[in-house]
Structure formats: C-alpha cells, structure tokens
C-alpha cells in the first residue's frame, strides 16, 4: 500500500514537473490573451471570468470578442462549442487510457482537458508502461490539469491587470500560433491530421477579416472536415 502511494506521488510530481515547460512557452500568449480581454467593451472582470469557465484561449478569444462585437448570446455558445469540438477528438483518444478511472473523476478530468493537458498526458500515457496503472494515470492527469489551470488563470489575470504597460510588440496575433505550434508539431503523425492543421489555418488565415472573429470559427470547421475526410479515404 505504501509502495502504491509513493508511486502516484511520483506521478503526480512528475506531472507537475512536466508542466513547467508548457506553462514557460504559454505566458507570452497567457500575457497577450489577458490584455486582449482587458482592451475591449466587456468589463475586465467578466471578459477575464472566462479563462476558469472555459479553460481554453482560443474559445476564449472568440467568446469575449463576439461580445464586444454585439454577438448573440446563441451565437457565441455556438462558436465556442465548435472551436472546441476538437476536444471530442482528444477525449476519444484518451479513452481507452481512462476508461477504468470511476465517473465522477472522468468528469473533472472532462473539465480539464485542453490542448496542453492532452499533449502531455498523451506522451505519457503512451510508452511502453502505459502511464502505469489506472491510479497513477489518474494521479499524473491531475496534477497536470491543476498546473496547467492555476498558471492560466494567473497568466491571464496578469495579461488583464497589466494591460496598459506590457510592450506593444506582445501581439496576441504572433504570441497565439507560435504557442499553439509547440504542442501541434508532435501531433502530426498520420495525413488527417497534417490535412487538418493545414487546411484550418490556411482558411483561418484568409478568412481573418470577417467580422465577430469568425475567421478562427471557419478555420477551425474546415481543419476538422479535412481532417475526417482524409481520415475516412484511408480508415
């Protein structure tokens, strides 16, 4: 029993000492997101309140700027749901690693996941030992969730209360792709989904000037369509 529960310790550690990298290449766009938030019509509070609601800045960024812009409440559900309709894709990935973990912790695991967490415990979960058992699983996705939320949160609130000094040259445009890249490139592993981040930026590229920041919203469809196009030639 004890052996047990020094090695989830150690899970939990090394979850913890993973995220520091993650959290180190995510505070340049943490920073930026922040006074995004902070510079439009929604009060900084509530633009801000969405980084523990959500827990991902891209549906963040689009969710605070279709309000800013006047969007319909249905309307920004909407677009943040299909922004992260990716995590679909990642939960089902993650399933047969967590399939054993009981209800109620699959729950706060679903509340965690985000790009990053996926990321990292993916890698994890897939050498050789499997992440070892369901308890240590449970313990390294944990800890990674939690790192990775509480350094969010203070990055963003940071972003918002910082707002009016940060430098110009922090540009969210620049801070956001060059983050996201970090944690894309080791996932292009099969012609899905080099289809997907190709096609989803391209279209988001070109579709950058529509108004309510749709452009992220159609790349996003489009990447995903491409992807399961692809996916199926070749299932």
Known sequence: MRQESSTTSAMARAGCR?????????????????????????????????????????????????????????????????????????????????????????????????????????????????????RDRLAYYLAVGLTLWTAWQLMTAAGTVLAGVLPASLRLELAAPLTFLLLLLPMLTSRSTYAAAGVGGAVAVAASGLPLGLGLLVGATAGMIAGALVEGRHA
């Open 18 to 134: 993973d995220s520091i990298a993650v959290i180190v290449a995510y505070l340049p766009f943490g920073l930026a997101l922040g006074a995004t938030l902070a510079a439009g019509s929604v009060h900084p509070l509530v633009a801000w309140s969405s980084s523990p609601l959500l827990f991902g800045g891209a549906a963040q960024l689009l969710s605070v700027q279709m309000l800013d812009a006047g969007g319909s409440a249905a309307v920004v559900i909407v677009g943040a749901l299909v922004v992260n309709a990716r995590m679909l894709l990642y939960s089902a990935s993650l399933a047969p690693h967590v399939r054993t973990w009981r209800g109620r912790w699959r729950w706060v695991g679903a509340y965690f996941l985000a790009d990053p967490v996926y990321a990292l415990t993916l890698a994890r979960f897939r050498r050789p030992d499997h992440g070892g058992d369901a």
